[in-house]
């Protein structure tokens, strides 16, 4: 019965680490190889060519369609000399992953007895991939299954294997956007406006604001046969069931700890493939959980940033698969040690190179600095509901709010010197005209910020929003998710925000006011209004949970509410009437959302109870037989008294081996009930309502009454790898 669990521990047992060769020892000499960016651009396209290109990177500027002919022609011959056959659109739909269909450059010639290699302007622009299956929310009506995918000139071409992938965005015939990646680029484009015209305060010399993303990924190595000896981790991404390992996390030694070889050997091999995609990988090391490790790359502009963590999500996996390992990036694969979160890093930068959200130098920057600041503090205050549905979900619901990670509470976190300043500022401007001396000592107040702030040891590591010295730092996000979600949600937050904040400013300088008190004024006001979401303290506690009720934050933990905030006026008001997505786009995501929602909790139902009963109650009965044999072989040997003696205890667990296994049998057989019941109802949102509230408590339910089995049954006829296997085993 146990035969898999104890054939992959041989497996394992056997494993040697598989030796990765560098390419050469300086990663400056190969990365960046296998992409298309402005170096081989310039090398490969007519100069024509190539300034159009570079224009339409920057400005985003439309290519015409001879311009088109000649780009492709150079990315055939440079993908050619690289090993390329195939050529496909590589977008993100609205699933997890990317997409691809791959088309050889083959095509016939003149005629058809000729054969040539073929990619024309109109193949890179733009495809036609027939692509209803993908989640539509209802926009794609089935005769009417056509999507495009189109050209996103601003994240480069690459090649992965033997396939041209050019980035592309991936929307509807009716020009509804299917993917993350089309209201991601509103939506930078968005912020860019709006915080250009806040900027522009401070320094006319403006022209552009542009978003950088950090995303630091965590992530779970399993040994490959293990992990198919799980089915429910193969199916669903986690543990359904298992009972928690005698020693896990509890010593804190694996944070920080040595690598072990064979995954040292995977993470070389991964950063190298990441180095050749020009992916800047920078930081590895071990993290909490045992076996949990995360990987972190340079900061950059977030739309390329956000397609390299997908890229990078993807090689995972693949070259996981080269040592031996399943990568997981689900939150929280194992209960009871911390999940996997993607803490997403972000700033705003100008085209004149200064990071918005780094105190500057001067009283000056002091104040643009905190201009930016206040108003990303607003926009998380006024948007809490909104942020939230971006990064809630199935599986990261399990993470959140459990105790290593952020609550479901949105609060920012911004250490105690800005926290004074702040405060300082709201008590201390009147509304009146200040006087010069307040004006100074404001400055000079302001003017102290840098110093203190470079030594950034005022950390908090339990606020899911956190101000960490030169940016923002989301880091409620899952490590599964698509960046361009909560990114999207931010950014068309902070769009707006500043938006407002521009108006008011702009309304006291024509009322007579000067800019920099206009400024100061709108900032108090602002400070004001967003006080509540301010929180330095510890995130995790319950007293925190308590107060933030006090203050009006809200704390929602059902995942099918927080999806249905996407619709509330507020999160309408930040993108639908800033144009970043429709009314009708704006339904359809949350309607995806929902059926997402649905699927996740319907297919782990029912890998739950497939194992339960398959599996598990099997098991259990085939050990309690050999009890009651034990028991009747006690009876045949030993006088009466005795055996009543030694037979009590045997027989005490037999009974409760009856009630755990009687229990699962009718907790199985109601969760499948509920299920049918669930199942007919019609509108997706009520029908994730009635999963979440109807057939979810059954798997915690069900669980623990495996879990009780698992201590209970003979280890050697355990079906699955226990935890300290999944865990230790290496
Ligand atoms: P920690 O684990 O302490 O948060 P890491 O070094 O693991 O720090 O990750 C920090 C991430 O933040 C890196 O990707 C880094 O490049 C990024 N980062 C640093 N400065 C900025 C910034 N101004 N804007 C956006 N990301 C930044
Ligand atoms: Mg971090």
């Given at each position: 019965?146990?035969?898999?669990?104890?054939?992959?521990?041989?497996?394992?047992?056997?494993?040697?680490?598989?030796?990765?060769?560098?390419?050469?020892?300086?990663?400056?000499?190969?990365?960046?190889?296998?992409?298309?960016?402005?170096?081989?651009?310039?090398?490969?396209?007519?100069?024509?060519?190539?300034?159009?290109?570079?224009?339409?990177?920057?400005?985003?500027?439309?290519?015409?369609?001879?311009?088109?002919?000649?780009?492709?022609?150079?990315?055939?011959?440079?993908?050619?000399?690289?090993?390329?056959?195939?050529?496909?659109?590589?977008?993100q739909?609205?699933?997890e992953g990317t997409?691809?269909?791959?088309?050889?450059?083959?095509?016939?010639?003149?005629?058809?007895?000729?054969?040539?290699?073929?990619?024309?302007?109109?193949?890179?622009?733009?495809?036609?991939?027939?692509?209803?299956?993908?989640?539509?929310?209802?926009?794609?009506?089935?005769?009417?299954?056509?999507?495009?995918?189109?050209?996103?000139?601003?994240?480069?071409?690459?090649?992965?294997?033997?396939?041209?992938?050019?980035?592309?965005?991936?929307?509807?015939?009716?020009?509804?956007?299917?993917?993350?990646?089309?209201?991601?680029?509103?939506?930078?484009?968005?912020?860019?406006?709006?915080?250009?015209?806040?900027?522009?305060?401070?320094?006319?010399?403006?022209?552009?604001?542009?978003?950088?993303?950090?995303w630091?990924q965590e992530y779970?190595?399993?040994?490959?046969?293990?992990?198919?000896?799980?089915?429910?981790?193969?199916?669903?991404?986690?543990?359904?069931?298992?009972?928690?390992?005698?020693?896990?996390?509890?010593?804190?030694?694996?944070?920080?700890?040595?690598?072990?070889?064979?995954?040292?050997?995977?993470?070389?091999?991964l950063?190298?493939e990441s180095?050749?995609?020009?992916i800047?990988v920078?930081?590895?090391?071990?993290?909490?959980?045992?076996?949990?490790?995360?990987l972190?790359?340079?900061?950059?502009?977030?739309?390329?940033?956000n397609d390299q963590n997908q890229l990078v999500m993807d090689m995972m996996k693949r070259i996981a698969?080269?040592?031996?390992?399943?990568v997981l990036l689900h939150?929280?694969?194992?209960?009871?040690?911390?999940?996997s979160?993607k803490?997403?890093?972000?700033?705003?930068?100008?085209?004149?190179?200064?990071?918005?959200?780094?105190?500057?130098?001067?009283?000056?920057?002091?104040?643009?600095?905190?201009?930016?600041?206040?108003?990303?503090?607003?926009?998380?205050?006024?948007?809490?509901?909104?942020?939230?549905?971006?990064?809630?979900?199935?599986?990261?619901?399990?993470?959140?709010?459990?105790?290593?990670?952020?609550?479901?509470?949105?609060?920012?976190?911004?250490?105690?010197?800005?926290?004074?300043?702040?405060?300082?500022?709201?008590?201390?401007?009147?509304?009146?005209?200040?006087?010069?001396?307040?004006?100074?000592?404001?400055?000079?107040?302001?003017?102290?910020?840098?110093?203190?702030?470079?030594?950034?040891?005022?950390?908090?590591?339990?606020?899911?929003?956190?101000?960490?010295?030169?940016?923002?730092?989301?880091?409620?996000?899952g490590s599964s998710a698509n960046c361009?979600?909560?990114?999207?949600?931010?950014?068309?937050?902070?769009?707006?925000?500043?938006?407002?904040?521009?108006?008011?400013?702009?309304?006291?300088?024509?009322?007579?006011?000067?800019?920099?008190?206009?400024?100061?004024?709108?900032?108090?006001?602002?400070?004001?209004?967003?006080?509540?979401?301010?929180?330095?303290?510890?995130?995790?506690?319950?007293?925190?949970?308590?107060?933030?009720?006090?203050?009006?934050?809200?704390?929602?933990?059902?995942?099918?509410?927080?999806?249905?905030?996407?619709?509330?006026?507020?999160?309408?008001?930040?993108?639908?009437?800033?144009?970043?997505?429709?009314?009708?786009?704006?339904?359809?995501?949350?309607?995806?959302?929902?059926?997402?929602?649905?699927?996740?909790?319907?297919?782990?139902?029912?890998?739950?109870?497939?194992?339960?009963?398959?599996?598990?109650?099997?098991?259990?009965?085939?050990?309690?037989?050999?009890?009651?044999?034990?028991?009747?072989?006690?009876?045949?040997?030993?006088?009466?008294?005795?055996?009543?003696?030694?037979?009590?205890?045997?027989?005490?667990?037999?009974?409760?081996?009856?009630?755990?296994?009687?229990?699962?049998?009718?907790?199985?057989?109601?969760?499948?009930?509920?299920?049918?019941?669930?199942?007919?109802?019609?509108?997706?949102?009520?029908?994730?309502?009635?999963?979440?509230?109807?057939?979810?408590?059954?798997?915690?339910?069900?669980?623990?009454?495996?879990?009780?089995?698992?201590?209970?049954?003979?280890?050697?006829?355990?079906?699955?790898?226990?935890?300290?296997?999944?865990?230790?085993?290496?």
């Amino acid at each position: 019965m146990a035969k898999l669990r104890f054939q992959a521990l041989t497996e394992l047992m056997n494993r040697v680490p598989q030796k990765v060769e560098f390419p050469s020892i300086k990663a400056t000499d190969y990365f960046g190889k296998l992409v298309f960016n402005k170096a081989t651009m310039a090398k490969y396209l007519s100069g024509d060519a190539y300034k159009a290109v570079k224009v339409a990177m920057e400005k985003g500027d439309a290519i015409d369609r001879k311009v088109a002919d000649s780009v492709a022609n150079g990315m055939k011959a440079w993908a050619m000399e690289n090993g390329a056959t195939h050529y496909t659109h590589w977008f993100q739909p609205l699933t997890e992953g990317t997409a691809e269909k791959h088309d050889g450059f083959i095509d016939y010639g003149d005629s058809t007895e000729e054969m040539i290699e073929a990619f024309s302007g109109k193949l890179l622009a733009q495809q036609e991939p027939d692509a209803s299956s993908f989640p539509n929310g209802g926009i794609r009506q089935t005769f009417e299954a056509r999507g495009y995918t189109a050209w996103d000139v601003s994240s480069p071409a690459f090649i992965m294997g033997t396939t041209l992938c050019v980035p592309t965005v991936f929307i509807s015939y009716t020009g509804e956007a299917l993917d993350y990646k089309t209201p991601f680029l509103k939506a930078l484009a968005a912020v860019d406006k709006a915080a250009t015209g806040v900027a522009q305060y401070f320094d006319k010399d403006v022209k552009k604001v542009h978003t950088n993303l950090g995303w630091e990924q965590e992530y779970f190595l399993i040994d490959r046969s293990l992990f198919q000896a799980r089915p429910d981790l193969m199916l669903t991404g986690r543990t359904l069931m298992g009972h928690s390992s005698s020693k896990d996390q509890q010593l804190d030694d694996h944070y920080f700890g040595s690598i072990p070889e064979r995954v040292s050997q995977f993470m070389i091999e991964l950063e190298i493939e990441s180095h050749l995609h020009g992916i800047p990988v920078k930081t590895r090391h071990n993290e909490v959980a045992p076996n949990q490790f995360e990987l972190a790359p340079i900061y950059g502009e977030a739309n390329l940033a956000n397609d390299q963590n997908q890229l990078v999500m993807d090689m995972m996996k693949r070259i996981a698969r080269r040592h031996q390992f399943e990568v997981l990036l689900h939150e929280k694969p194992f209960a009871g040690i911390n999940g996997s979160g993607k803490h997403n890093n972000w700033s705003l930068q100008t085209d004149t190179g200064v990071i918005l959200l780094a105190p500057g130098k001067n009283p000056k920057g002091n104040l643009q600095f905190l201009t930016f600041v206040v108003n990303a503090v607003a926009a998380v205050y006024k948007n809490q509901d909104l942020l939230r549905a971006s990064i809630l979900n199935a599986s990261n619901s399990h993470r959140l709010g459990a105790n290593e990670a952020p609550p479901a509470i949105l609060s920012v976190f911004t250490g105690s010197q800005i926290a004074d300043t702040l405060d300082n500022l709201a008590e201390s401007i009147t509304d009146q005209k200040m006087s010069p001396d307040e004006k100074t000592a404001l400055k000079l107040g302001i003017g102290r910020i840098p110093e203190i702030l470079l030594d950034n040891t005022d950390r908090n590591r339990t606020s899911p929003f956190a101000f960490t010295g030169n940016r923002f730092e989301f880091r409620a996000v899952g490590s599964s998710a698509n960046c361009a979600a909560p990114l999207t949600a931010l950014s068309a937050a902070m769009a707006v925000q500043l938006e407002e904040f521009k108006v008011e400013v702009d309304a006291l300088i024509e009322g007579g006011v000067k800019k920099d008190e206009a400024i100061f004024q709108i900032i108090k006001k602002t400070i004001l209004a967003s006080n509540p979401v301010r929180f330095n303290g510890d995130g995790y506690s319950e007293a925190w949970r308590i107060e933030a009720e006090k203050r009006g934050l809200t704390n929602i933990q059902c995942v099918p509410e927080s999806i249905s905030k996407y619709l509330a006026p507020a999160a309408k008001k930040v993108l639908v009437e800033s144009g970043i997505m429709s009314e009708r786009e704006l339904e359809a995501r949350v309607e995806v959302e929902m059926e997402k929602y649905v699927k996740k909790i319907q297919i782990e139902a029912r890998v739950l109870g497939d194992l339960a009963i398959n599996h598990i109650v099997p098991t259990a009965i085939a050990y309690q037989t050999s009890l009651i044999q034990n028991v009747q072989g006690l009876r045949d040997i030993f006088s009466e008294k005795e055996f009543n003696e030694l037979a009590g205890p045997r027989k005490e667990v037999i009974v409760t081996i009856s009630n755990h296994v009687s229990a699962i049998k009718s907790k199985v057989a109601a969760m499948v009930e509920a299920r049918k019941v669930c199942n007919k109802i019609e509108h997706e949102d009520k029908k994730a309502y009635a999963y979440d509230k109807d057939v979810r408590p059954f798997l915690d339910d069900i669980r623990y009454h495996i879990d009780k089995l698992e201590l209970i049954v003979d280890n050697e006829m355990w079906p699955l790898p226990k935890y300290r296997e999944l865990l230790f085993a290496r």
